[in-house]
């Protein structure tokens, strides 16, 4: 009996643990489908991010900067998926550690105060935005919401929207 969920061409988990471990000839193991599923985007955000000590979290962090985050984007780069694996393997510490994912910011969630936002800063990015609300307080998006002059049924939305981002 299956739950209906369908199998991913490519276990990311499995290719974490070869990463980890350094095997540098896993990616020619993979089956054609298997590379066509492999992204170095995903895996490197899975990667970067390590469940346990700080000195093997910061270890990752800075290896995958310096390995993979900087020339990903390399046009050049970008059509040598096996090279790519080989400088995510770089990365590995020789055993297996545990890794989590690191949820981007909700575009929903945020879509009424990052319109808001953008009436005072109108050339920034949605990411500039999220950075915004990432490092002002919540008193300080709520003061800044407060002194806006909004009407104040708009301000009650923005600010249950803060205290929810917030939390």
């Not at 469940?51 to 290896?63: D, T």
């Not at 020339?71 to 890794?99: F, R, T």
Request: glycine share 4%; net charge positive; with cysteine.
């Amino acid at each position: 009996m299956t739950d209906g969920k369908k199998k991913p061409p490519l276990d990311i988990f499995r290719v974490m643990e070869q990463i980890d471990k350094r095997n540098f000839g896993f990616y020619k193991t993979l089956t054609d489908e298997e590379k066509k599923a492999f992204s170095p985007l995903v895996i490197m955000r899975w990667i970067s991010a390590v469940k346990g000590s700080r000195e093997i979290n910061e270890y990752y962090i800075q290896m995958v900067n310096e390995m993979i985050n900087r020339n990903l984007w390399d046009p050049c780069l970008s059509k040598h998926p096996e090279l790519l694996y080989m400088l995510l393997a770089q990365c590995g510490i020789g055993q297996k550690v545990n890794h989590e994912w690191i949820k981007g910011f909700s575009r929903e969630k945020k879509s009424k105060l990052n319109n808001f936002l953008k009436q005072y800063y109108p050339t920034a990015s949605n990411n500039e935005l999220d950075f915004l609300v990432s490092i002002n307080s919540k008193e300080q998006l709520i003061s800044m919401v407060e002194e806006s002059g909004l009407q104040d049924d708009e301000v009650k939305v923005l600010i249950k929207e803060i205290k929810e981002l917030k939390k």
